[in-house]
């Protein structure tokens, strides 16, 4: 059946905002997304789109999901700022991720589809800026056989959202699991699921190269989660396979570690990131209004002191969970873990009936980086959207009961 024109322009505009994580800078991805805005609304608007919605809002994820969005506006009320626009950037956060959950859901209710095309755009995306970078920065990466000392050890910056070393190897770690656990869920060929594995390798050799601790240690965190998983659900199929491919990446990064020992001396003994302090700042934060927090729009800063007499001021926890807290108190932070919970148990339903661990491997991957990096999850579009908010829309769509579905929708299986 031919593409209802809203439909397409939408199905483009989503596979761009994904592709951008790799592509453009953050005003120029965010462009994307607003463009997307109206054009979703009169994808809402449709007849045939009313009964998705309808269960949408009945959806458990979705209505603990509104309720955390809510009290986030809500705690605007108690936030402490002078600057006006402050409380205009955190109000607009929850109509903006309302609108995206409720258009993309229903895009993939009628399109289901377009799932295996997004993850391919964000694949091919970030497999050909992959070797970009590698060969950009082949120099840079024979350099580091010469490096002397852990104060100027080099780091891969990636384009797009990845300038900054530490989101790069989020969205190349998101990129390996997709590769990963994608050719398992969506190919059933051997040259795909071959591609799929030489790009699984590809990504992680980007996040080893980014030298982020947190996205390094959240990659192989899930690999070894998801492996344990699936040795207990072995009943259904031999988990061979995958498990080699896992056993294999983890090998060849220890590999690249030990080929180049000045990084493992980096990583280990590079000194204070200003971390700690950071943490025992945002605890007295939380003391000072432990049940609501700060609020959304509320002035809070982390002065960090190093030992060369800088002093650098930072504007989030570096922790989801203390900046939750923070941000929330008590009350926002059980609602974020409600969401959480739900997602991660549909997650694994998805495993146990479906073999799809895609979405559960996301949100655990955040989960953990999200312990040295990220503020909170309450942000406009981002690297948090991918490890959070992406995969829980996947799984408010999974949730639709066929009755719901628009009756052009078009039923694809990738057996």
């Not at 040795?231 to 990446?249: C, E, N, Y």
């Not at 983890?250 to 080929?259: Q, R």
């Not at 932070?333 to 661990?357: E, Q, T």
Request: hydrophobic residues 55%; contains cysteine.
């Amino acid at each position: 059946m031919a593409f209802m024109p809203w439909e397409a322009i939408l199905g483009f505009l989503f596979a761009s905002i994904l592709a951008g994580f790799f592509l453009f800078n953050t005003g120029l991805h965010r462009a994307f997304f607003y463009v997307a805005i109206p054009i979703g609304i009169i994808l809402l608007r449709e007849e045939d789109a009313r009964a998705i919605v309808s269960s949408i809002f009945k959806d458990k994820l979705f209505i603990v999901s509104v309720l955390y969005m809510l009290l986030n506006v809500a705690s605007l009320l108690w936030s402490k700022n002078d600057d006006l626009e402050e409380y205009w950037g955190a109000f607009k956060i929850a109509p903006f991720i309302l609108v995206f959950y409720c258009m993309l859901t229903c895009l993939l209710a009628k399109r289901p589809d377009f799932t295996r095309w997004y993850g391919i755009s964000y694949i091919t995306t970030g497999a050909i800026t992959a070797i970009i970078l590698l060969i950009e920065n082949f120099s840079s990466i024979e350099s580091l056989y010469l490096s002397s000392g852990t104060a100027s050890i080099w780091r891969l910056e990636a384009f797009g959202r990845g300038r900054n070393e530490n989101l790069a190897g989020v969205i190349y770690g998101v990129a390996a699991l997709l590769s990963i656990y994608g050719r398992i869920y969506f190919l059933r060929n051997w040259v795909g699921r071959a591609t799929y594995s030489v790009t699984a390798i590809l990504f992680s050799s980007i996040v080893l190269l980014t030298l982020s601790r947190g996205a390094l240690v959240a990659l192989v965190g899930t690999l070894a989660i998801i492996s344990a998983i699936n040795i207990l659900i072995a009943k259904r199929q031999s988990p061979l396979p995958l498990i080699t491919l896992i056993i294999g990446v983890i090998g060849i990064a220890l590999s690249f570690l030990f080929a180049f020992p000045e990084i493992v001396n980096y990583m280990v003994d590079r000194g204070s990131t200003g971390r700690m302090q950071i943490w025992s700042q945002a605890l007295d934060y939380i003391k000072s209004s432990p049940l609501m927090g700060q609020g959304a729009a509320g002035k809070i800063h982390f002065d960090v002191s190093f030992g060369d007499d800088r002093l650098i001021t930072y504007n989030h926890t570096h922790n989801i969970y203390l900046g939750t807290l923070v941000k929330t108190g008590i009350v926002g932070f059980a609602l974020f873990m409600s969401i959480l919970f739900v997602a991660l148990r549909r997650s694994l339903s998805l495993i146990v009936l479906h073999g799809n661990y895609i979405p559960f491997a996301l949100l655990v991957f955040g989960s953990i980086f999200g312990l040295v990096d990220f503020g909170g999850y309450y942000v406009n579009l981002g690297t948090e959207w991918l490890v959070f908010w992406i995969p829980i829309i996947y799984l408010t769509w999974h949730a639709v009961p066929p009755s719901a579905r628009a009756a052009n929708t078009v039923v694809v299986s990738y057996n």
